[in-house]
């Protein structure tokens, strides 16, 4: 220490030391500070002294002194923060350049990874065209795909389809009689408390609008959303994160939703085709910051089939509970029957009474029924089976924006301009109207939740109706800053799920 011990110690090589200083010392290193050897407490040997005043150190005796002592703790006080203050700029300048390195390679990943989609997009397309005649020949080989097309097209719905589809309505219709609403069913005065627990922006910002929203029969963790930006988002809820981004459509993408038991999902965009989407996994890449932007663990999309029926806008998608089959509604006044497997239209059903194009369009429950809406401001029911249609439900006085079938089996939800019309398919009649909104503000979303003892509406804001409630609001979410275009219920109506014409998808429910 240089100064005088005030409590002297000697070590067994001899070598006088403070015993504060040597203790701490060994207790850090375990051996004598001058001979290296190992050294221990108990080694040392203490020395009486007289205690003494230590006198104060010469160049604190008088006042320059002090001054001097003062001058250079000063001086070395002010050369210590210097040396932090450029420590500081080294360290910035370092993480600055690191940031800049990284967002050049987040661009160059993003950059790859489009061309990569694109890629994949052009290749499934070269794969379902096929190749041209060589010069100077006739085209034998697009005569011989034609006609197969044209044969699978005329086929219709046949007759073993109809089957499947009687045997699984007849097995719904009859579980549907004996079910109960589940135990597990949220309560009104739980949805009365429910909250906007998440908001994600999954779509681009210069095309704002997300059209629709499905969640994951089997992975309720995924949700698949469409935009007006002609993508498809699957976000995976639980990691809050975008799993895949599908690329393709050339317009808004108007209607998606998985196929149940399947790793497959259709959409339908406004550029006048559908797409069946089937899910693959591409492993891990020479670029090892991939997997951070668009993949879950690799996880991607790649489309099976483009399906080009209709002559205009595709309006509406939904898939039959079978899980084999789909249709799509159009503007073009038809819509088609497609099986999956295949991604053949068995069918495309025209009829000279349907003056204006489709809206919307859904399944019944039990898969025998299609629901349609139109700009014609009717309703329209179809038997599957036939293809014809056998009711139309008027009052609506604009177009039908949109439409639910209740899993009661015997109620429908239709949504225009003038409010929500509810149905009873038995009778038919028009049973009850509600109207959540002034005049001038469309209603353009309904939906059932899977007990159908609650209905979502959507329009300026998002509301759900208790059925038992006597059609009574229980709760209403006034926190979207666009009008609402798809509503959807989680499972025993514990969450909703809302979109709207911004790029953020909104999940309501109660604490997680």
Same mark, same amino acid.
């Given at each position: 220490?240089?100064?005088?011990?005030?409590?002297?110690?000697?070590?067994?090589?001899?070598?006088?030391?403070?015993?504060?200083?040597?203790?701490?010392?060994?207790?850090? $290193?375990?051996?004598? /500070?001058?001979?290296?050897?190992?050294?221990?407490?108990?080694?040392? &040997? /203490?020395?009486?002294?007289? /205690?003494?005043?230590?006198?104060?150190?010469?160049?604190?005796?008088?006042?320059?002194?002090?001054?001097?002592?003062?001058?250079?703790?000063? !001086?070395?006080?002010?050369?210590?923060?210097?040396?932090?203050? $450029?420590?500081?700029?080294?360290?910035?300048?370092?993480?600055?350049?690191?940031?800049?390195?990284?967002?050049?390679?987040?661009?160059?990943?993003?950059?790859?990874?489009?061309?990569?989609?694109?890629?994949?997009?052009?290749?499934?397309?070269?794969?379902?065209?096929?190749?041209?005649?060589?010069?100077?020949?006739?085209?034998?080989?697009?005569?011989?795909?034609?006609?197969?097309?044209?044969?699978?097209?005329?086929?219709?719905?046949?007759?073993?389809?109809?089957?499947?589809? &009687?045997?699984?309505?007849?097995?719904?219709? #009859?579980?549907?009689?004996?079910?109960?609403?589940?135990?597990?069913?949220?309560?009104?005065?739980?949805? $009365?408390?429910?909250?906007?627990?998440?908001?994600?922006?999954?779509?681009?910002?210069?095309?704002?609008?997300?059209?629709?929203?499905?969640?994951?029969?089997?992975?309720?963790?995924?949700?698949?959303?469409?935009?007006?930006?002609?993508?498809?988002?699957?976000?995976?809820?639980?990691?809050?994160?975008?799993?895949?981004?599908?690329?393709?459509?050339?317009?808004?993408?108007?209607?998606?939703?998985?196929?149940?038991?399947?790793?497959?999902?259709?959409?339908?965009?406004?550029?006048?085709?559908?797409?069946?989407?089937?899910?693959?996994?591409?492993?891990?890449?020479?670029?090892?910051?991939?997997?951070?932007?668009?993949?879950?663990?690799?996880?991607?999309?790649?489309?099976?089939? #483009?399906?080009?029926?209709?002559?205009?806008?595709?309006?509406?998608?939904?898939?039959? /509970?079978?899980?084999?089959?789909?249709?799509?509604?159009?503007?073009?006044?038809?819509?088609?029957?497609? !099986?999956?497997?295949?991604?053949?239209?068995?069918?495309?059903?025209?009829?000279?009474?349907?003056?204006?194009?489709?809206?919307?369009?859904?399944?019944?429950?039990?898969?025998?029924?299609?629901?349609?809406?139109?700009?014609?401001?009717?309703?329209?029911?179809?038997?599957? #089976?036939?293809?014809?249609?056998?009711?139309?439900?008027?009052?609506?006085?604009?177009?039908?924006?949109?439409?639910?079938?209740?899993?009661?089996?015997?109620?429908?939800?239709?949504?225009?301009?003038?409010?929500?019309?509810?149905?009873?398919?038995?009778?038919?009649?028009?049973?009850?109207?509600?109207?959540?909104?002034?005049?001038?503000?469309?209603?353009?979303?309904?939906?059932?939740?899977?007990?159908?003892?609650?209905?979502?509406?959507?329009?300026? !804001?998002?509301?759900?109706?208790?059925?038992?409630?006597?059609?009574?609001?229980?709760?209403?979410?006034? !926190?979207?800053?666009?009008?609402?275009?798809?509503?959807?219920?989680?499972?025993?109506?514990?969450?909703?799920?809302?979109?709207?014409?911004?790029?953020?998808?909104?999940?309501?429910?109660?604490?997680?």
């Amino acid at each position: 220490s240089g100064q005088t011990p005030e409590e002297p110690v000697v070590s067994k090589g001899g070598h006088l030391f403070e015993k504060r200083l040597i203790t701490k010392h060994l207790q850090e $290193e375990g051996k004598c /500070p001058v001979t290296g050897e190992a050294l221990a407490a108990e080694d040392l &040997t /203490p020395l009486v002294t007289n /205690p003494a005043v230590k006198p104060r150190p010469p160049a604190a005796a008088s006042i320059p002194g002090l001054l001097t002592v003062f001058q250079n703790e000063w !001086d070395a006080v002010m050369l210590e923060q210097y040396s932090l203050r $450029e420590q500081l700029n080294s360290v910035r300048q370092e993480l600055s350049q690191a940031l800049y390195q990284h967002d050049a390679a987040c661009r160059v990943i993003a950059r790859l990874k489009e061309e990569r989609d694109l890629a994949r997009t052009a290749l499934a397309n070269a794969q379902l065209t096929p190749a041209g005649p060589e010069v100077g020949t006739k085209r034998p080989a697009e005569e011989t795909t034609e006609e197969p097309a044209k044969k699978a097209k005329a086929q219709g719905i046949t007759a073993e389809v109809v089957a499947a589809m &009687t045997t699984l309505s007849k097995e719904l219709s #009859k579980s549907r009689k004996k079910r109960q609403a589940p135990p597990t069913l949220a309560t009104p005065e739980e949805i $009365e408390k429910y909250t906007c627990i998440t908001s994600q922006p999954l779509h681009k910002t210069a095309k704002q609008g997300i059209t629709c929203v499905d969640v994951h029969p089997g992975n309720k963790d995924l949700v698949a959303t469409s935009g007006v930006d002609g993508n498809v988002v699957v976000f995976n809820r639980k990691e809050g994160k975008i799993t895949s981004t599908i690329t393709g459509h050339t317009k808004k993408v108007t209607g998606v939703q998985f196929v149940k038991d399947s790793d497959v999902l259709v959409s339908c965009s406004a550029d006048k085709s559908a797409r069946i989407w089937k899910q693959t996994r591409h492993f891990a890449s020479l670029i090892v910051y991939a997997s951070s932007l668009n993949t879950d663990d690799g996880a991607t999309y790649d489309m099976v089939k #483009k399906i080009s029926e209709h002559s205009a806008e595709i309006t509406a998608i939904s898939v039959h /509970p079978t899980s084999k089959y789909f249709i799509t509604a159009s503007a073009d006044k038809t819509w088609c029957f497609y !099986d999956i497997e295949t991604a053949l239209c068995l069918t495309q059903v025209q009829n000279s009474t349907v003056m204006e194009g489709f809206t919307c369009a859904t399944f019944h429950p039990d898969g025998l029924i299609l629901g349609t809406g139109t700009h014609e401001n009717l309703v329209r029911i179809w038997d599957v #089976k036939s293809q014809e249609n056998v009711a139309k439900f008027e009052g609506h006085k604009s177009m039908i924006t949109s439409m639910s079938f209740s899993e009661n089996g015997y109620h429908l939800a239709t949504a225009a301009a003038d409010g929500v019309k509810l149905w009873d398919l038995r009778k038919p009649k028009n049973f009850r109207n509600l109207t959540p909104y002034p005049q001038g503000v469309m209603t353009t979303a309904v939906k059932f939740d899977t007990s159908g003892q609650y209905l979502a509406v959507g329009g300026s !804001d998002a509301r759900i109706y208790g059925v038992k409630q006597d059609w009574n609001v229980v709760q209403t979410f006034s !926190d979207l800053p666009k009008s609402v275009t798809y509503t959807l219920f989680g499972d025993d109506a514990k969450s909703l799920y809302v979109t709207s014409m911004d790029h953020n998808l909104r999940v309501y429910g109660g604490e997680e």
